[in-house]
């Protein structure tokens, strides 16, 4: 029988550490709204979304009282959209009104956001890619819970160069439309290499082709009970602590597979995955940047700071998989900069630039995140950037992906707000020496040598 | 058999179990086992019970339960033991 000491652990984790479910995002298909009519599309889509998911919020709620555990944010990711308005949008106008679409459909059921609003460009564009690529600035700009991601690179088909320049363009268009927000609309707006089908995190969810009709992924956090636990092994080898790591991971994603099974149980949806990532927030007590002081180091950025990223990303998927019956998603720790306080804090002593960023992403779960940089970044450099990052990915075979903004009349030293979950971040410099003519190029850069296993 | 994990966590004082326990009584929830012990001078009480004769649905309870720990200072929570059984057994 469970003891006191038992509860008062898990309790301390909930009350006083953020141990959280961090989101129940429920994937749903709309390849069935496929239509050349384009109101027949939108009104497919506004029905479908708004009956499948009609009772997520209430129940996510439930979810809660009955555990007394936290479910942050209830969402809704789609087919990406590309598809879906392939066979009815002529233009990036008409892909636009989707985007209004999805954004009340999520308004009327109660979720904070829709993923989805995507194309799969990694080898090639369709004239519909295109356009819905080029619709994104004005999509995110009159929406305000859509949230796009395009994946422009695999390990299985080499890098899209054409999307990665279009994208470099693209990003500042979304972040001139959105300058009275700080650029805003950039954090709705995910560039992927290798991005996976059941991501239940934002920005960048999207509910694959490779899924069926509706399903439910979880994704948990809490690094406020891995800094906790190993505040009791300071000094100890690292054998004691990547076990303390990972044995707190398990308990961690023992909570996201319990709650993942009961909402599919109440809603009906069957189970896809769960995400084992450490997501931190801006609060106190939430923050990856803090494992990695508790690890040793004064701040993220300081040498050895790649190693413990790499170790720590490790024994959460080493606790985690264990702890449940399908793991998927992105599954690690996140790194972004604005919405981790001890990122920021790092940034601001001087200990975190742009490059050692890029070194991190190597081994953490997804890429460069929720990164402020100055307004007048041209286009290109931003290109560069992007390719670099899906370069990391393809060759290493994992996800990586870039969420930058480009802060409109912004400089070096300034700080840009974002509010609530998405923090606020100092503007970082950027390395502006010329990369023009490497992304003038144009074409494809070939899959790596070890993606013919065949 | 819906088992629960009740806990209640405050300033000791006279009267608290009394006072869960009436309001459990009343509303037909079985106690099957108490356990209390003091962290960091907080009293933390937690007691094991079945709700499945209760008349009113687990909401209902965690609700008035709340209520109840306000009147007296301290801070009731109900939770189903699952949320414990899958962080703590394999």
């Given at each position: 029988?469970?003891?006191?000491?038992?509860?008062?652990?898990?309790?301390?984790?909930?009350?006083?550490?953020?141990?959280?479910?961090?989101?129940?995002?429920?994937?749903?298909?709309?390849l069935?709204?496929?239509?050349?009519?384009?109101?027949k599309?939108?009104?497919?889509?506004?029905?479908?979304?708004?009956?499948?998911?009609?009772?997520?919020?209430?129940?996510?709620?439930?979810?809660?009282?009955s555990?007394?555990?936290?479910?942050?944010?209830k969402?809704?990711?789609?087919?990406?959209?590309?598809?879906i308005?392939?066979?009815?949008?002529?233009?990036?106008?008409?892909?636009?009104?989707?985007?209004k679409?999805?954004?009340?459909?999520?308004?009327?059921?109660g979720?904070?956001?829709?993923?989805?609003?995507?194309?799969?460009?990694?080898?090639?564009?369709?004239?519909?890619?295109?356009?819905l690529?080029?619709s994104?600035p004005?999509?995110l700009?009159v929406?305000?819970?859509v949230?796009s991601?395009i994946?422009?690179?695999?390990?299985?088909?080499?890098?899209?160069?054409?999307?990665?320049?279009?994208?470099?363009?693209?990003?500042?268009?979304?972040?001139?439309?959105?300058?009275d927000?700080?650029?805003?609309?950039c954090?709705?707006?995910v560039?992927?290499?290798?991005?996976?089908?059941?991501?239940?995190?934002?920005?960048?969810?999207?509910?694959?082709?490779?899924?069926?009709d509706?399903?439910?992924?979880?994704?948990?956090?809490?690094?406020?009970?891995?800094?906790?636990a190993?505040?009791?092994?300071?000094?100890?080898?690292?054998?004691t602590?990547?076990?303390?790591?990972?044995?707190?991971?398990?308990?961690?994603?023992?909570?996201?597979?319990?709650?993942?099974?009961?909402a599919?149980?109440?809603l009906?949806?069957?189970?896809?995955?769960?995400?084992?990532?450490?997501a931190?927030?801006?609060?106190?007590?939430?923050?990856?940047a803090?494992?990695l002081?508790?690890?040793?180091?004064?701040?993220?950025?300081?040498?050895g700071?790649?190693a413990?990223?790499?170790?720590?990303?490790?024994?959460?998927?080493?606790?985690g998989?264990?702890?449940?019956?399908?793991?998927?998603?992105?599954?690690?720790a996140?790194i972004?900069v604005?919405?981790?306080?001890?990122?920021?804090?790092a940034?601001?002593?001087?200990?975190?630039t742009?490059?050692?960023?890029?070194?991190m992403?190597?081994?953490?779960?997804?890429?460069?995140?929720?990164?402020?940089?100055?307004?007048d970044?041209?286009?290109?450099?931003?290109?560069?950037?992007?390719?670099?990052?899906?370069?990391?990915g393809?060759?290493?075979?994992?996800?990586?992906?870039?969420?930058?903004?480009?802060?409109?009349?912004?400089?070096?030293?300034?700080i840009a707000?974002f509010?609530?979950?998405?923090?606020?971040?100092?503007?970082?410099p950027?390395?502006?020496?010329?990369c023009?003519?490497?992304?003038?190029?144009?074409?494809r850069?070939?899959?790596?040598?070890?993606?013919?296993?065949? | 058999?819906?088992?629960?994990?009740i806990?209640?966590?405050?300033?000791?004082?006279v009267?608290?179990?009394?006072?869960?326990?009436?309001y459990?009584?009343?509303n037909?929830?079985n106690?099957?086992?108490?356990?209390?012990?003091?962290?960091?001078?907080f009293?933390?009480?937690?007691?094991?019970?079945?709700?499945?004769g209760?008349?009113?649905?687990?909401?209902?309870?965690?609700?008035?339960?709340?209520?109840?720990?306000?009147?007296?200072?301290?801070?009731?929570?109900?939770?189903?033991?699952?949320?414990?059984?899958?962080?703590?057994?394999?």
């Amino acid at each position: 029988m469970i003891n006191i000491s038992e509860v008062i652990e898990t309790n301390e984790m909930i009350e006083k550490e953020n141990l959280d479910v961090r989101t129940i995002t429920m994937g749903i298909s709309l390849l069935d709204c496929i239509d050349s009519d384009l109101d027949k599309v939108n009104e497919a889509i506004y029905k479908k979304v708004t009956t499948m998911a009609k009772d997520l919020v209430a129940t996510g709620k439930k979810i809660e009282k009955s555990y007394g555990i936290p479910i942050v944010n209830k969402r809704i990711s789609v087919t990406p959209i590309a598809l879906i308005g392939s066979a009815a949008c002529k233009t990036p106008e008409d892909f636009v009104t989707i985007a209004k679409t999805l954004d009340k459909a999520a308004n009327t059921v109660g979720v904070n956001f829709i993923g989805g609003y995507s194309a799969l460009v990694s080898k090639g564009a369709t004239k519909a890619d295109n356009l819905l690529i080029r619709s994104i600035p004005e999509a995110l700009a009159v929406t305000n819970h859509v949230c796009s991601s395009i994946n422009v690179g695999s390990s299985k088909t080499g890098i899209n160069m054409d999307a990665v320049k279009l994208l470099g363009e693209i990003i500042l268009e979304t972040a001139e439309k959105s300058k009275d927000a700080d650029s805003i609309g950039c954090a709705k707006l995910v560039v992927f290499c290798n991005a996976p089908d059941d991501n239940p995190f934002m920005a960048g969810a999207f509910h694959g082709v490779t899924e069926s009709d509706a399903v439910i992924n979880v994704g948990v956090s809490g690094p406020g009970v891995v800094k906790k636990a190993l505040e009791q092994v300071r000094g100890a080898d690292f054998g004691t602590l990547c076990e303390t790591i990972k044995k707190t991971a398990f308990k961690i994603t023992r909570v996201g597979q319990l709650v993942a099974k009961e909402a599919s149980r109440m809603l009906n949806v069957p189970f896809g995955i769960v995400d084992l990532s450490l997501a931190p927030t801006p609060a106190v007590g939430d923050s990856v940047a803090e494992i990695l002081q508790e690890i040793g180091l004064e701040y993220p950025g300081a040498p050895g700071t790649t190693a413990a990223l790499a170790l720590l990303n490790d024994q959460v998927k080493k606790g985690g998989v264990m702890a449940s019956s399908y793991v998927g998603g992105l599954s690690g720790a996140f790194i972004p900069v604005s919405e981790d306080q001890g990122m920021i804090d790092a940034v601001n002593a001087g200990c975190l630039t742009l490059e050692k960023l890029e070194a991190m992403t190597c081994v953490c779960s997804v890429g460069l995140d929720m990164i402020a940089i100055p307004g007048d970044t041209k286009a290109s450099t931003l290109s560069g950037i992007i390719a670099d990052e899906m370069a990391i990915g393809m060759i290493n075979n994992k996800t990586t992906a870039v969420r930058l903004i480009p802060v409109i009349g912004k400089k070096i030293g300034d700080i840009a707000e974002f509010g609530g979950l998405l923090g606020y971040a100092p503007i970082m410099p950027v390395n502006n020496f010329s990369c023009d003519a490497f992304i003038q190029r144009g074409g494809r850069i070939p899959a790596p040598i070890h993606s013919f296993k065949n | 058999m819906n088992k629960t994990i009740i806990t209640v966590v405050g300033k000791d004082c006279v009267g608290i179990i009394a006072k869960v326990c009436t309001y459990l009584s009343a509303n037909n929830v079985n106690i099957l086992d108490i356990s209390q012990t003091i962290v960091q001078d907080f009293f933390n009480m937690m007691m094991i019970a079945d709700v499945s004769g209760s008349a009113k649905d687990f909401y209902q309870l965690s609700s008035e339960l709340e209520e109840v720990g306000q009147e007296i200072g301290v801070l009731i929570k109900i939770q189903r033991e699952d949320i414990f059984d899958m962080m703590h057994r394999i």
